[in-house]
């Protein structure tokens, strides 16, 4: 299969690019079904239909948010409202929401009846700068993450940043923790700027213009995915952070009462692997400092105890991206040098993991930590 | 997203094909998974394990046989069946079944972890000919025939003969139902080569040499599928005889204790679309009649009340290639030349149908119906 890359549209061009694409609908659809959350539903559906003038007759359909929602029995109930509603093979379905909402959605519209046509209308900075891009659609499997679903790109992605505004604080900081990945990704030179720009958890808080931040991340990230969208190697590099995140991330689904956001579980899981890259793969040990204390500066810090550790190194071991039972990572060998597949022992995660601990006392407990 | 078409081996390449295939496959796959249903593991798995040299700790599956299990739950079932086995994405998964397995196992593979490497042996004569080829995969939404899937090929096809030898008569019967559908989307003269060799449903069943019938339609729809793979306009050519086949299926499985075979629907399908090609594409009167008169001969005829009509072409309405509550179907004007999309009025189709019910008296009521 050769994949098909979908155009993405951002800042301005993105409210010209949609309008348009509403407009060649009307005559190419035969229904149109726009996907909410409750989350969505309640702040940015207005937002989009005082701004675009949406097809009539349109179908709302609702989910609710959520991680935990993400999974087949939401899939099957979304099929079952389509075909309730008459849905064709020449349906539209509109994705309106953050990366959980066009994970799923993209899974739907590309099984249903065997694929029916979708664009992702992106309103979280995670999704904008990340979820929405590279054509990847998932719904988990109990607890197993993304372990159903396809490459399939949506049509479009229409990133406009109005729907910015509606983000709560926390959210906001979760997406930007793909921001710094991608800045790692990219050089040395867009991260000092990002530093610069953003010194602080508040300057990220109170910033009011996304739009060059977003458009420099779809960038980075759709130049990976374009050489290599099935992950055969070198979008692995898109890991980076997050196979120790994915791991926080389910350890805090399971024992915290409000667990970590993704961009968070990221942001530590960032921390760790910049203290694997320096012992494995040389990266400078005084810039690898540089960046945690930036991350620690800039993202709530997350606490377990040191009796836990063994647990976190567990989920790591059922990682999709194993093979072989061993635990492999993307780890840095300077900014915008990564090396993939890199085998870790047991052992050494354990260690980083002790090291992550023993940054409490420089940590930042940010109030909004969620 | 172009299609990516699946190598498929006939005759005696096929057995060659496989054997290099399991071959390379020890280095290649991390673990090898065959599904099987009640029927394939009975009598097909003990034919594959000695003629061809299986993985070491190949890991058999087994679902329910029958349409009915072909749904979302079994789906899942499977999905939590590979997880739990550590499949992981350089897993294998092999399909050894008739249609409804391939239809299911092909739709699992290729969602399980965004796709994992599937092969296709099918068994049975419907499955080799018509079933395995042409990339669609799917399951049914309750009632909703192949509603949830994905064109997604297997990377192999092994179309292998003696498989064929553990076929009741009905099952070989109904494949050859869409033998006879490629040789009318060929030609007149392939055709009459089919009358000839089996003149009757006896020739069907006692008939040893499948080899070349079965590479003669593999080929025809394979030609078909290439120059048309997500069925934008050409591969309608191969719903011929099946809007009205479905409907006499999906009728029959609501309404009979057993229920009617798929080639069965197919071929009384065949007979009302002949009738109906007949007064709206000019197809020749007496072409039609004799073509009928052949399929009265072999096929088993399904008998229904006169009064049971607008249920049949109610369930009609609800076909998925349907486009604004038109019913459309693929006809002929002459063998080898077909116009799809043709509307039919309601009136027509029931007036079709009651022609279908005055055949009843030209017909065999040949001893194994099911």
Wanted: hydrophobic share 40%; aromatic share 10%.
């Amino acid at each position: 299969m050769i994949y098909h890359h979908e155009t993405i549209f951002t800042g301005k061009e993105a409210e010209k690019a949609l309008n348009n694409y509403l407009l060649k609908s009307a005559s190419r659809h035969s229904s149109t079904f726009i996907l909410t959350d409750q989350n969505t539903h309640k702040h940015c559906l207005s937002i989009l239909s005082s701004k675009f003038r949406l097809p009539e007759h349109s179908i709302i359909l609702e989910i609710e948010s959520g991680e935990v929602n993400k999974n087949l029995s939401t899939c099957i109930r979304l099929w079952k409202e389509l075909a309730a509603h008459g849905a064709d093979r020449h349906s539209l379905l509109m994705c309106l929401g953050g990366g959980m909402l066009c994970d799923i959605g993209g899974f739907v519209a590309s099984a249903y009846q065997r694929g029916i046509d979708c664009v992702y209308i992106p309103t979280t900075l995670l999704s904008q700068v990340d979820a929405s891009i590279g054509g990847k659609t998932g719904v988990n499997l109990d607890k197993l993450k993304n372990y159903v679903g396809f490459y399939s790109p949506p049509k479009s992605v229409f990133i406009i940043s109005d729907f910015l505004k509606t983000l709560p604080d926390n959210e906001m900081l979760s997406g930007y923790a793909e921001v710094v990945k991608h800045a790692l990704l990219s050089d040395d030179k867009y991260f000092h700027n990002l530093t610069k720009q953003f010194p602080n958890y508040e300057a990220v808080r109170f910033n009011e213009n996304w739009a060059d931040v977003v458009e420099r991340s779809v960038k980075i990230k759709s130049n990976v995915v374009k050489s290599d969208p099935y992950e055969h190697g070198l979008r692995k590099v898109l890991n980076l952070g997050h196979t120790v995140g994915h791991a926080f991330e389910s350890y805090s689904l399971e024992n915290d009462a409000v667990p970590l956001l993704h961009g968070f579980s990221v942001a530590m899981g960032l921390i760790v692997e910049l203290k694997l890259s320096v012992w494995l793969c040389r990266f400078p040990e005084m810039l690898s400092n540089e960046i945690i204390k930036y991350i620690l500066a800039v993202f709530p810090y997350y606490r377990f105890q040191k009796e836990e550790i063994p647990k976190i190194t567990g989920i790591m071991n059922f990682d999709k991206k194993n093979r072989d039972g061993k635990i492999r990572l993307t780890l840095l060998k300077k900014p915008g040098d990564l090396i993939t597949n890199v085998i870790c022992t047991q052992e050494l995660i354990e260690k980083s993991l002790l090291e992550y601990l023993d940054l409490a006392d420089e940590a930042n407990d940010l109030k909004f930590q969620s």
